[in-house]
């Protein structure tokens, strides 16, 4: 079965959309931008290399939402494996802005876990391996999960 990208983006603006939605119940002024699909390559390079997740209206850093199938809560201890990607090095390493944070969002366990960009860049390492949504191998950068800090601290940290 072919990847359909339009439905992963707009799957991935549900979950900004639903970090966005915490953070502003948490006093955060931020937002979702509405999805935009690039309808060719110039577009697509701009997006990338311009666009986030989640815009944090009073600091010129955002946040990037990446959800995921594996089952935990807003526990770090509740992530059930020793590492996780953070995002493709082709992806990361094209970000004019780099994000101030990572939010991994549990479409199953519905659990929210932070990494802080500047705080854990120092721990991660590349793998290449076969991504089997895309159907392709890639790069991607790995943390240990040690350096995943719960949603909750995202928040006071924002607001405070």
């Known amino acids: ?16 959309e639903l970090v966005a939605k915490r ?25 990338t290399k311009y666009e986030t997740d989640v815009v944090l209206n009073r600091l010129p850093y955002g946040l990037e939402v990446k959800s995921s199938s594996r089952i935990f809560g807003d526990d770090v201890l509740s992530y059930p494996y020793a590492s996780l990607f953070v995002d493709t090095v082709s992806g990361f390493d094209a970000k004019v ?14 659990g929210m876990l932070c990494l802080s960009v500047k ?3 120092h ?24 350096m995943l800090k719960p949603f909750s601290l995202m928040s006071g940290v924002l607001v405070g």
């Open 97 to 110: 802005f780099k994000p101030l944070a990572y939010v991994f969002v549990s479409q199953t366990g519905g």
């Open 1 to 16: 079965m072919k990847f359909d990208y339009k439905a992963s983006f707009v799957l991935g603006g549900k979950y900004a």
């Open 123 to 146: 721990t991660w390492v590349i793998k290449e391996r076969f991504d089997q949504y895309r159907k392709i191998t890639d790069r991607f950068y790995s943390v240990p999960k040690e």
């Open 23 to 47: 953070l502003r119940s948490d006093g955060v002024d931020c937002y979702a931008p509405p999805i935009k699909f690039a309808r060719n390559k110039e577009e697509r390079d701009y997006m």
């Open 119 to 121: 705080h854990s860049q």
